[in-house]
């Protein structure tokens, strides 16, 4: 695999992160050619003037980390995001109304994607595995598969679980090609990586990327 950095999306989304934790973020995407790098809202518009001229996506996120806004905030939050120069959104689902078995989560992610394709955007729904049977995952998968979600998202970071291999082969098998998988949470390891790029993850979100790069190529040497 010799594209192994154009898998991986370097993500930020701790709390307490600083500006220069940020501005380290971005050079390891610069120096390593990372497919992105994730941050929250507020960075957004700084992160895009920093990547000018890269050929690295500008990811942040929407309803996070939980999905309990409700469905205006969140397309009020998605229009500011890709006005301040996000290029990919990552949307929290409204797990409440899933779990409450409400059609709410489709007509909100369908919503959504209208307003990102409509800006040539790339949109991400996190189902959050973790509270999800295999039953619950194909049922999640088809609705943002229906709802004209561009990938479908593990984790967010902030459940008891991340990302599964078992999760992401069943997630692969339930949607069509066109639609990407994002592995997400806990991955912290070459080997755990690469055993979700062979079960069908096209991204890896992580916090990890810059270890994960050099990693590769110890093992590559």
């Not at 307003?115 to 949109?123: A, K, M």
């Not at 690469?194 to 994960?212: C, M, N, P, V, Y």
Request: proline content about 3%; glycine content about 6%; hydrophobic content about 45%.
């Amino acid at each position: 695999m010799n594209n192994f950095n154009r898998f991986l999306e370097s993500t930020l989304l701790k709390p307490t992160m600083t500006d220069r934790e940020l501005d380290v973020l971005v050079r390891d995407a610069i120096e390593e050619q990372f497919v992105g790098i994730c941050v929250p809202p507020f960075w957004v518009k700084k992160v895009k003037r920093d990547l000018e001229g890269q050929d690295i996506q500008v990811v942040t996120v929407i309803g996070f980390p939980f999905g309990f806004e409700d469905t205006a905030t969140k397309v009020a939050e998605a229009k500011e995001a890709i006005k301040n120069g996000a290029d990919e959104l990552d949307l929290v689902w409204s797990q409440t109304a899933f779990h409450s078995g409400m059609s709410w989560p489709k007509i909100e992610i369908a919503q959504i994607a209208k307003i990102c394709h409509e800006e040539e955007r790339i949109l991400k729904v996190i189902i959050e595995t973790a509270y999800l049977n295999s039953d619950q995952i194909r049922e999640a998968c088809l609705i943002c598969q229906d709802a004209g979600a561009d990938y479908v998202k593990t984790s967010t970071g902030y459940a008891p679980t991340g990302a599964k291999v078992e999760d992401i082969a069943w997630m692969r098998e339930v949607l069509p090609s066109a639609v990407g998988i994002k592995a997400s949470g806990g991955i912290k390891t070459l080997d755990f990586a690469l055993d979700l790029i062979k079960a069908g993850a096209d991204r890896i979100g992580t916090s990890s990327a810059k270890a994960l790069m050099e990693a590769w190529r110890n093992a590559n040497l």
